[in-house]
Antibody
């Protein structure tokens, strides 16, 4: 059974760093791109970018390029999304998703940034 | 950057048929945009209904279908059920980056 299980909710202050995870199982991790999607409170879905775990090739949305870093660790079949300096505007739900028909989604990680 | 546009809201009667559309600011939507359609209900993660224009997942109810219509991607719901009330998002590939539409809030009433 394919599963994407994300790390738990985070509460951070502006300026702090953060790395959230997406642990996958049930399929060959290296063979499928993994994507990240943002959903701000009460708003629509935004595509952030994707990574190919085999060689860590990545494609970012222009809106998120330089704002976040997407990475993957093949040895533990896990993808990551990280920020070096959070802002209040990063408050959102973040989903990881298998970028193949967008067939399997993580349950989401709620990130709250507030002073 | 391109903009993907959907109807903000639509209403359909139970048992009725409705078509949601997805437009691209760069021109006609084609199969090359690999249109996807997602359904999201409040408090839930999105669920993919259609990918690559018209391919259904195993869990996609038969009443949903995807197509290209008049230069747009389209999602048609035939025989609407109360449980189909949700937000629907289209999603297009731009040869690298992908973009979501703003979503259509579908009311079954």
């Amino acid at each position: 059974e394919v599963q994407l299980v994300q790390s738990g909710a985070e509460m951070k202050q502006p300026g702090e760093s953060l790395k959230i995870s997406c642990k996958t199982s049930g399929y060959n991790f290296a063979n499928y791109w993994i994507g990240w999607v943002r959903q701000m409170p009460g708003k629509g879905l935004e595509w952030m970018g994707i990574i190919q775990p085999r060689d860590s090739s990545s494609i970012y949305s222009p809106s998120f390029q330089g704002q976040v870093t997407i990475s993957a660790d093949k040895s533990i079949t896990t993808a990551y999304l990280q920020w070096s300096s959070l802002q209040a505007s990063d408050t959102a739900m973040y989903y990881c998703v298998r970028h193949f028909g967008y067939d399997y989604w993580g349950q989401g990680t709620l990130v709250t940034v507030s002073s | 950057q391109a903009v993907v546009t959907q109807e903000p809201s639509l209403t359909v009667s139970p048992g009725g048929t409705v078509t949601l559309t997805c437009d691209s600011s760069t021109g006609a939507v084609t199969s090359g945009h690999k249109p996807h359609w997602f359904q999201q209900k409040p408090g839930q993660a999105p669920r993919t209904l259609i990918y690559d224009t018209n391919i259904k997942h195993s869990w996609t109810p038969a009443r949903f279908s995807g197509s290209l219509l008049g230069g747009k991607a389209a999602l048609t719901l035939s025989g609407a059920q109360p449980e189909d009330e949700a937000e629907y998002y289209c999603f297009l590939s731009y040869s690298g980056p992908w973009l979501f539409g703003g979503g259509t809030k579908l009311t079954v009433l």
